[in-house]
Nanobody
Framework: QVQLVESGGGLVQPGGSLRLSCAASGFTFSSYAMNWVRQAPGKGLEWVSTIYSSSGSDMAYYADSVKGRFTISRDNAKNTLYLQMNSLKPEDTAVYYC??????????WGQGTQVTVSS
């Protein structure tokens, strides 16, 4: 069955960095676009980033709120999705989820990993 397992969250000071990982299994990882989505305390879900693999190259898209600070990447040989987060701000505090892309939305989600940005 499809499984997505996030890791790498934690507590970091403003301006710091974290790298999140999402280990995928149960499907052909390289055939799917993948996403990072977050949910801040008391708020709704916010799309963060999407990565597509096409003709051997990756195309990445970002929410304006993270553009220039976050980098999405994937290692298809390891079935793993990453999110490198730099220059973190308190407003980046959220539970971060990886989600498999499906037409019109997402069809599978991980359990999430908590990121807290605080001094």
């Amino acid at each position: 069955q499809v499984q997505l397992v996030e890791s790498g969250g934690g507590l970091v000071q403003p301006g710091g960095s974290l790298r999140l990982s999402c280990a995928a299994s149960g499907f052909t990882f390289s055939s799917y676009a993948m996403n990072w989505v977050r949910q801040a305390p008391g708020k709704g879900l916010e799309w963060v980033s999407t990565i597509y693999s096409s003709s051997g190259s990756d195309m990445a898209y970002y929410a304006d709120s993270v553009k220039g600070r976050f980098t999405i990447s994937r290692d298809n040989a390891k079935n793993t999705l990453y999110l490198q987060m730099n220059s973190l701000k308190p407003e980046d505090t959220a539970v971060y989820y990886c989600a498999r892309h499906q037409s019109g939305g997402y069809d599978y989600w991980g359990q999430g990993t908590q990121v807290t940005v605080s001094s």
